[in-house]
C-alpha cells in the first residue's frame, strides 16, 4: 500500500466515523437543525431515572408522551425500569437512592445514557447502559434501543407482571386508544401475552389522525417473543421477568434490544410494521 491510499483510507475513516461527546444537560435529538427536538432525555431534578420525554410526532409538532400523570406518578414517558432487581423496585422508584447518573453521550441522531442501580446500601449493583438510534423516514420515525446491565454485584431480576422498558402515552378518561399486536388480539386480550410487537394508537390533541407507536422485540432477545403489559390506561412495555426470575452473575452482562416506529393514521399499518420488524432481524451490526 502506498502513502498516498492509505491518508485517503484514513482521512475516509475519520471522516465516516461517529463521533460521539459527553454532554452535562438533557441530551436531544433535534427534528431539524433549528426545530425542536423530536427525541428528548427528560430534565427533572428530581427524577434521576434517566427517561425521554418528549417524544414526538415525525412532524415534530405534537407530544406523544405523558410525564408523571396523574393515575401512575412514576411513569415517565418512555423509561427502562425493573420491579424487583435484588429485591429493590427500580420500576416505581426513581430517586437518587435508587439511581446514581454516570454521563450522557451525543452523537448524529444518537444518544447514549449511563447509570448505576443502588442497592439499599448505596453500593452500585448494575451498570444500566442505554444506547438510542434514531433514523428518520418520509412518513414514520424509527428509534432503536440497545439495553445493557452489567452486574457490578450478583444480580437477580425477581419474577413480577411488568417491569423493563415501558411507555406511557398522554391517555386520560374519555381519550380514544386502542393497540394491536402481532397475533391479531386487541386491547386488553393482549396483557400478558407472547407477541413480536405491540402497535398502540392514541388520539392527541392537534393532530387529525391518531398517533401510534409500536414496540418491536428483537429476536435474539432472550423469550422471544416476549409477554406484554398492557395497563388499564394504556400503558405498555415488555415484561422481561413475567415468565420467571432472570439471573445475572458479577461480571457478566445481558442486553436486550427493541425497535419503536412512530407514525400518523387512523388505521394500524401492518406493512410498515412488518418490514420494520424485517429490518430488525438478527443480522444487525455490533457497536
Known amino acids: 500500500m502506498t502513502r498516498t491510499t492509505f491518508l485517503i483510507l484514513l482521512l475516509t475513516c ?3 466515523a461517529e463521533i460521539t461527546v459527553t454532554v452535562k444537560g438533557p441530551a436531544r435529538i433535534p427534528h431539524s437543525p433549528d426545530g425542536p427536538a423530536i427525541v428528548q432525555q427528560g430534565d427533572s ?5 434517566p427517561y425521554i420525554h418528549p417524544l414526538r410526532s415525525p412532524d415534530g409538532k405534537h407530544v406523544l408522551t ?3 400523570p396523574g393515575h401512575h406518578k412514576h411513569q415517565t414517558g418512555l423509561y427502562w425500569g425493573q420491579t424487583r432487581i435484588n429485591r429493590r423496585d427500580f420500576f416505581h422508584n426513581y430517586k437518587g437512592d435508587y439511581w446514581k447518573h454516570i454521563q450522557n453521550r451525543l452523537g448524529n441522531n444518537f444518544m447514549e445514557f449511563h447509570s448505576q442501580l443502588l442497592d439499599g446500601k448505596g453500593a452500585p449493583m448494575l451498570g444500566d447502559r442505554q444506547q438510542w438510534n434514531y433514523i428518520p423516514g418520509k412518513d414514520h420515525y424509527i428509534l432503536d434501543l440497545k439495553w445493557t446491565g452489567a452486574a457490578l454485584q450478583d444480580v437477580t431480576i425477581g419474577k413480577y407482571s411488568y417491569g423493563g422498558l415501558f411507555l406511557r402515552m398522554p391517555w386520560k378518561r374519555g381519550t380514544k386508544a386502542s393497540c394491536l399486536n402481532s397475533e391479531g388480539q386487541k386491547n386488553q386480550q393482549g396483557e400478558g401475552k407472547a407477541a413480536k410487537w405491540v402497535d398502540l394508537a392514541m388520539q ?15 429476536p435474539e432477545n432472550p423469550g422471544y417473543p ?6 388499564g390506561q394504556f400503558g ?3 415484561a422481561l421477568a413475567r415468565r420467571g426470575d432472570i439471573r445475572i452473575p458479577k461480571g457478566e452482562s445481558l442486553t436486550y434490544r427493541y425497535r419503536l416506529v412512530v407514525y400518523e393514521g387512523n ?5 410498515l410494521v412488518e418490514q420494520a420488524m424485517k429490518d430488525f432481524g438478527p443480522d444487525q451490526p455490533e457497536d
Open 14 to 16: 475519520i471522516c465516516t
Open 45 to 49: 431534578k428530581t427524577h434521576t431515572r
Open 66 to 68: 405523558q410525564f408523571s
Open 204 to 218: 392527541i390533541e392537534g393532530m387529525t389522525e391518531m398517533a401510534h407507536i409500536v414496540m418491536i422485540d428483537h
Open 226 to 231: 416476549t409477554l406484554w403489559r398492557i395497563d
Open 236 to 238: 405498555i412495555g415488555p
Open 267 to 271: 388505521d394500524f399499518r401492518a406493512p
